[in-house]
């Protein structure tokens, strides 16, 4: 439910498919907001949707649906979808990106509310998931365990924005500028820092 994070998923998708086939690429949730059955403030709001336009501005090709914002109760909790992602992941691997881009495409484009519960069972479902192992699992305590481990080790990288980019070598972590618009500048920083390290050729 980041929505920079949404926006550089389609550069961050042609990094990944040129990065080199040495590194591993893991995904760390960052938690972002926590749980809160409170409706989101005006002004938050307002600030929000200023938000969502100056990424249409700034990003080529990403649109919001702005009727999320009369469509719904918002609430300032992004905590819940982050269980989703891991819920799913408990299914398989593969789950884990398309509950991730499952849990966007709602927000973003459909006008759904994954802060709740229900948003996020259904998408389960049009994921043609086990939805009573994914509904069980939701708000279990394994599944807020990894959550919060997964929040701490982002923190422990220095990854306190959203989205960004670490790259470990050995005990080193790199972070990587982030350019929303093209991926070159980021895979030759990662190239540059490989070949520091007698990685890369």
Same mark, same amino acid.
């Given at each position: 439910?980041? &929505? ?9 998708? +042609? ?12 995904? /760390? ?6 749980? +809160? ?58 789950? #884990? ?19 709740? $519960? ?10 043609? /998931? ?5 509904? *069980? #699992? ?10 919060? $481990? ?17 790259? &470990? ?11 929303? $618009? $093209? ?5 030759? +920083?990662?190239?540059?820092?490989? *070949? ?6």
């Amino acid at each position: 439910m980041c &929505s920079w994070c949404w926006g550089f998923s389609r550069t961050l998708n +042609t990094l990944l498919e040129h990065l080199p086939e040495e590194i591993e690429v893991h995904r /760390l949730l960052g938690g972002l907001a926590v749980d +809160t059955d409170l409706p989101m403030p005006a002004a938050m709001q307002e600030q929000i949707k200023s938000n969502w336009s100056r990424i249409e501005s700034t990003i080529s090709g990403v649109k919001f649906n702005f009727d999320f914002w009369v469509k719904n109760i918002p609430r300032r909790s992004t905590y819940p979808a982050c269980r989703a992602v891991i819920a799913a992941r408990q299914q398989g691997e593969e789950y #884990d990106v398309q509950m991730t881009k499952a849990i966007q495409r709602a927000y973003y484009q459909e006008a759904r509310n994954p802060s709740d $519960n229900s948003t996020l069972i259904e998408l389960a479902k049009e994921l043609n /998931l086990s939805t009573s192992d994914f509904e *069980r #699992d939701l708000n279990s305590q394994k599944v807020q365990d990894t959550l919060v $481990n997964e929040i701490n080790l982002s923190r422990a990288l220095f990854a306190e924005s959203f989205p960004t980019l670490v790259l &470990s070598i050995g005990v080193k972590n790199f972070t990587i500028p982030l350019d929303y $618009n $093209n991926f070159n500048s980021m895979l030759d +920083t990662v190239n540059k820092l490989l *070949r520091e390290h007698n990685l890369l050729v």
